[in-house]
């Protein structure tokens, strides 16, 4: 369906009943990054998958601005609103990652569980920070200039989803549709917007986060492992899971034990019978 939230055509997938489960894709994804594990996940939540911002079919205004982190989280709280979510757990895949956790400390007590798969709370270091602002921007020139099936071959060719090569046929001409899927100038305003880059780093306020929380991440990631590890030291509620054969993205690449490891977290954390006070 297509929910207008603060002049922002946001296309989502809504399906079950029970405690609200949202769901937020990666950068070049969309809803249907989650397609598979709905039948499992919606019969026990209420699960809301909206694309993001510039993503699928949700708008693509011309405004970077509009695509800032801030405006997102705005975008998102709307949408919970529109739907009479009062209180939402949320999982959130590398980019909706970065997203879910300023989601969850803006929306206070209305955020009960939180799950993050390969996510950062950003770049502390400003140097670092500006340093990839600016590869962020030449991606984005590059996406604009030569559109999206000849930055799909780029992105898809880093060595962070060289564990994705492995994948069945099937599973990796999935995720290209969905890559190809893409508008150039979504993409390109949502590194502006919501890249790494030009985000505020929240390492700081992680310790504000008094809810269970599910840090997840692939043993072929380094990076993220690393990451991962220092965020469970944070978060007050943390588990820090690390998943074997799998890289950045463990529920395309273990998606088994990526949906064990979530129904489990949420079951004792934003079930039916759990409490509503924390």
């Known amino acids: 369906m297509i929910i207008s939230v603060r002049g922002l055509a946001m296309h989502v997938l809504v399906e079950g009943a029970g405690p609200a489960l949202l769901l937020l894709h990666g950068f070049?994804?969309?809803?249907?990054?989650?397609?598979?594990?709905?039948?499992?996940?919606?019969?026990?939540?209420r699960v809301i998958a909206p694309d993001l911002i510039g993503h699928a079919r949700t708008a693509a205004p011309d405004d970077a601005a509009r695509y800032r982190m801030d405006e997102c989280v705005a975008d998102l709280l709307a949408l919970l609103d529109r739907l009479g979510v009062e209180d939402f757990a949320v999982l959130g895949y590398s980019m909706g990652g970065r997203v879910a956790l300023h989601l969850a400390l803006a929306a206070g007590e209305r955020a009960r569980a939180l799950v993050l798969e390969s996510a950062s709370p950003g770049i502390p270091d400003p140097e670092e920070r500006a340093a990839r602002a600016r590869s962020d921007e030449a991606l984005a020139e590059l996406i604009e200039?030569?559109?999206?099936?000849?930055?799909?071959?780029?992105?898809?060719?880093?060595?962070?989803?060289?564990?994705?090569?492995?994948?069945?046929?099937?599973?990796?001409?999935?995720?290209?549709?969905?890559?190809?899927?893409?508008?150039?100038?979504?993409l390109a305003n949502s590194l502006r917007?919501?890249?790494?880059?030009?985000?505020?780093?929240?390492w700081n306020r992680l310790g504000e986060?008094?809810?269970?929380?599910?840090?997840?991440?692939?043993?072929?990631?380094?990076k993220y492992v690393v990451i991962a590890r220092a965020i469970g030291e944070r978060l007050p509620q943390a588990r820090v899971a690390l998943v074997p054969g799998a890289g950045h993205a463990v529920h395309l690449e273990q998606p088994a034990q990526f949906l064990e490891l979530v129904t489990a977290f949420l079951t004792r954390n934003h079930g039916r019978d759990c409490p509503v006070d924390p």
């Open 193 to 202: 917007g919501m890249g790494a880059g030009s985000m505020e780093p929240v």
């Open 209 to 222: 986060l008094r809810l269970p929380a599910l840090v997840l991440a692939g043993e072929l990631d380094e």
């Open 145 to 186: 200039r030569e559109g999206v099936a000849a930055f799909v071959e780029r992105w898809g060719s880093q060595p962070l989803f060289a564990s994705q090569r492995s994948l069945p046929v099937e599973v990796r001409a999935r995720l290209r549709a969905e890559r190809l899927g893409q508008r150039p100038h979504g």
């Open 28 to 45: 070049t994804g969309s809803a249907e990054t989650w397609r598979p594990f709905l039948p499992a996940l919606a019969r026990q939540h």
